[in-house]
């Protein structure tokens, strides 16, 4: 678990389950009404957003291709795993195939409360920079742009102006995420 001591059971869980005890209510917290989450997968994090918050209107972005290794060798089975997933939220949900760089373009600007990027993947790794300053057109002012791996990339942050203070650890009634962190659209 790169480098961790024993977290403890109860920590280890929040640290591998952040998108049940973290981003659904960071973003009731903060009283977000409409986000967009660049890679659903298989819907587990969109599903648990959206029954937390029920007035939430959210769109799920993913390219849905097989990528050989790890996680996205079963991504045709995640697409349709994400849509029977989050059938109950038909009027809140809308899903989007395709590149997230090419699809973000689609999107109004100033019109999202937040954006969970979750594209920590291996197909991404040259896009940060684009994609991430696409995202923060799309963000209202005010708008947080979350999300659970920046330490990978946070040179595609300091390129777009960011410094370390402006990436902040997602915090949660007294409690810190062990996973996400967050920026403010300003």
């Known amino acids: 678990m790169e480098n961790r001591k024993w977290l403890g059971p109860i920590r280890w869980i929040r640290f591998k389950c952040w998108f049940i005890f973290d981003l659904p209510y960071f973003i009731k917290q903060h009283q977000l009404e409409t986000g967009l989450e660049l890679g659903a997968k298989a819907g587990r994090s969109m599903f648990h957003t959206l029954r937390v918050n029920p007035s939430l209107q959210l769109t799920g972005i993913d390219l849905w291709e097989v990528i ?8 045709d089975a995640n697409e349709n795993k994400c849509r029977e997933r ?13 590149d997230a760089v ?23 790794e040259e896009r940060h920079p684009e994609l991430l300053a696409k995202c923060l057109a799309k963000l209202r002012r005010g708008g947080l742009l979350i999300g659970r791996d920046f330490r990978n990339f946070r040179g595609s942050f300091y390129e777009l102006g960011f410094v370390e203070k402006d990436i902040q650890r997602c915090t949660i009634g007294s409690r810190t995420s062990e996973r996400l962190e967050y920026v403010v659209k300003t």
């Open 102 to 124: 090419l699809l973000a373009d689609n999107l109004e600007n100033e019109s999202l409360d937040f954006i969970f990027y979750d594209l920590a993947c291996k197909h991404m």
């Open 86 to 98: 989050l059938k109950r939220f038909t009027g809140r949900v809308n899903l989007l195939r395709g």
């Open 68 to 75: 050989e290794g790890g996680a996205y060798k079963n991504n």
